[in-house]
């Protein structure tokens, strides 16, 4: 949501490379510190919250493409749809847990 919000006012000031080089950069800060912090408690959700944040990262990433052509069609796909299988996958953990 932040990094909507930031998007959206800067896109306004700045061409897109550098907001877009800006939010990779602010990712991949994210990223370390929540790698180095481990803010959570239980260890697989501070796995899948660093999965989380380094597919945020290569979806900012991957439009920082120096030639300006745009990101193929199955790639973007996959970074989009990535969160939601990690959160199946988690939902399938939890659920398999309360089961058993």
Not at 20 to 38: D, G, N, W, Y
Not at 79 to 93: F, R, S
């Amino acid at each position: 949501m932040y990094v909507l919000i930031a998007y959206n006012a800067m896109s306004n000031l700045m061409s897109p490379h550098p907001v877009q080089f800006m939010m990779s950069v602010v990712a991949l800060i994210v990223l370390i510190v929540h790698v180095f912090t481990k803010p959570f408690e239980k260890m697989h959700i501070n796995v899948i919250e660093a999965a989380i944040l380094l597919n945020l990262l290569m979806v900012t990433a991957a439009f920082l493409d120096p030639s300006n052509s745009p990101v193929p069609f199955a790639f973007s796909t996959i970074l989009v749809v990535l969160p939601y299988v990690y959160a199946a996958v988690y939902i399938a953990y939890v659920v398999g847990r309360m089961i058993w």
